[in-house]
């Protein structure tokens, strides 16, 4: 069973606007979530984390909100800009375990 | 080094061959993690390393597949007998534990193995 779902295979938006990626979960013992971009033929690179003591957490162009009675969160990227094309992950560990758990990955091409 | 260091970036094997491949986790990071991504799929949790503690191998998908961790440090992760769906990126990662969780796990270029 799919513990970390990203429903939307791709996203595509104009540069400028904001990019809404979404993820939800079912694990009500995910307490730390994590989102990682990555490009062709490398390694995710970590973007943003959030704990489920907050609900919001925002670095520059990224924000990550979560609702833990949704068992959902989602990552705002504004403006988008083309460098920001890439294969998103979202990722989710419990306290007592080290391993993440992560979607599938949702591409988004941001347009010129 | 300055982040994970993974070899072989390639790897090509014939079905039925073992293979080994090496991860360099960051410097002083104490945790190290395998993961996999088929084609298609996400990451794949398989196997982590916690300082002296028992790994925790719970997502290793057949006894074909091992890991060690020697002196806390360098990984390899050994697939005997490879299959066709063992084709995939292999991915290690590292990071500092911490308490009570929160850690922020950096990855290496991956691995990409295909068995013929």
């Known amino acids: 069973d799919q513990q970390v779902k990203q429903n939307s295979p791709s996203l595509s938006v104009q540069e400028g606007r904001i990019s809404i990626l979404n993820c939800d979960y079912t694990n009500s013992m995910f307490d730390y979530f994590l989102w990682y971009k990555k490009y062709p033929a490398e390694g995710p690179t970590f973007l943003i984390s959030?704990?489920?003591?907050?609900d919001k957490n925002e670095d520059g162009r990224f924000t990550v909100f979560l609702n833990k009675s949704a068992k959902h969160l989602s990552l705002h990227i504004v403006p988008s800009q083309p460098g920001d094309s890439a294969v998103y992950f979202c990722?989710?560990?419990?306290?007592?375990?080290?391993?993440?758990?992560f979607g599938q990955g949702t591409t988004l091409q941001v347009k010129p | 080094g300055a982040g994970v260091s993974q070899s072989p970036s390639n790897k090509v094997t014939e079905k039925g061959k073992d293979v080994e491949l090496r991860c360099d986790p960051i410097s002083g990071h104490t945790a190290l993690y395998w993961y996999r991504q088929s084609l298609g799929q996400g990451l794949e949790f398989l196997i982590y390393f916690q300082g002296n503690s028992a790994p925790d191998k719970s997502g290793l998908p057949s006894d074909r597949f091992s890991a060690e961790r020697t002196g806390g440090s360098v990984s390899t992760l050994t697939i005997q007998r490879t299959q066709q769906e063992d084709s995939a990126v292999y991915l290690c990662a590292s990071s500092f534990q911490v308490p009570g969780g929160g850690n922020i796990q950096y990855f290496g270029a991956g691995t990409r193995l295909s068995v013929l």
């Open positions: 990722a989710a560990s419990a306290s007592n375990t080290g391993k993440l758990i």
């Open positions: 959030i704990s489920s003591i907050k």
